[in-house]
């Protein structure tokens, strides 16, 4: 069974970078799969911030592209997201998810339980 | 970018009861459509992938059907622990993105 769990700062100031880790266990982050983030503002939906391949490879919201950079730790086990010049817009419960994928299928088939990070001074 | 809509916000059903919702895309998205439930401060949990697989322990009670940019979520008879929050989302693959629904918040009638 796949788990994920997310860490990092819970606060960050305004202009600043937020820097967040998933631990993935229980699997291989190594495996042919894609590795995501979601966030959801309080009371709102969901949105895709980005995801990233055991290789490196990168695909990201076009929305957020400009500030997000995520990248891969395999001998950790664990990937990253940083996400620079935030707002109070980017306060958010922040998910790490693993893609699954059949032939051109994808969906995110495990989750972690998710971390608030609050922008505010 | 294919925008999701999701319909109806809200749906008020009793126990027992079947419950329909509703996901439109405004582009074809074919079958690249899944349905998460997500309870108050909980994580989304995958229910149907391809439009209309079940993922591993999903009870039977879930089924999703549609194709193309009109697709439904059906749970044929409620049980409590079904009040919840749904969410539809798409895949597409080129460029590489993925887009969630709005939301249907599914309560107790």
């Known amino acids: 069974q796949v788990q994920l769990q997310e860490s990092g700062p819970g606060l960050v100031k305004p202009s600043g970078t937020l820097s967040l880790t998933c631990g993935v266990s229980?699997?291989?982050?190594?495996?042919?799969?894609?590795w995501s983030w979601v966030r959801q503002p309080p009371g709102k939906g969901l949105e895709w911030i980005g995801e990233?391949?055991?290789?490196?490879?990168?695909n990201y919201n076009p929305s957020l592209k400009s500030r997000v950079t995520m990248s891969v730790d395999k001998s950790k086990t664990q990937f990253s997201l940083k996400l620079t010049s935030v707002t109070a817009a980017d306060t958010a419960v922040y998910y790490c998810?693993?893609?699954?994928?059949?032939?051109?299928?994808?969906?995110?088939?495990?989750w972690g339980q998710g971390t608030l990070v609050t922008v505010s001074s | 970018e294919i925008v999701m809509t999701q319909s109806p916000a809200t749906l008020s059903v009793s126990p027992g009861e079947r419950a329909t919702l509703s996901c439109r895309a405004s582009?074809?998205?074919?079958?690249?459509l899944a349905w998460y439930q997500q309870k108050p401060g909980q994580a989304p949990r995958l229910l149907i992938y391809g439009a209309s697989t079940r993922a591993s322990g999903i009870p039977a009670r879930f089924s999703g059907g549609g194709s193309g940019t009109e697709f439904t979520l059906t749970i044929s008879s409620l049980q409590s622990e079904d009040f919840a929050v749904y969410y539809c989302q798409q895949y597409n693959n080129w460029p590489p993105g993925y887009t969630f629904g709005q939301g249907t918040k599914l309560e107790i009638k």
């Open positions: 582009q074809s998205v074919s079958s690249n």
């Open positions: 998810a693993r893609v699954g994928v059949q032939w051109d299928l994808h969906y995110f088939d495990y």
């Open positions: 229980g699997g291989s982050i190594s495996s042919s799969n894609w």
């Open positions: 990233i391949y055991l290789t490196g490879s990168t």
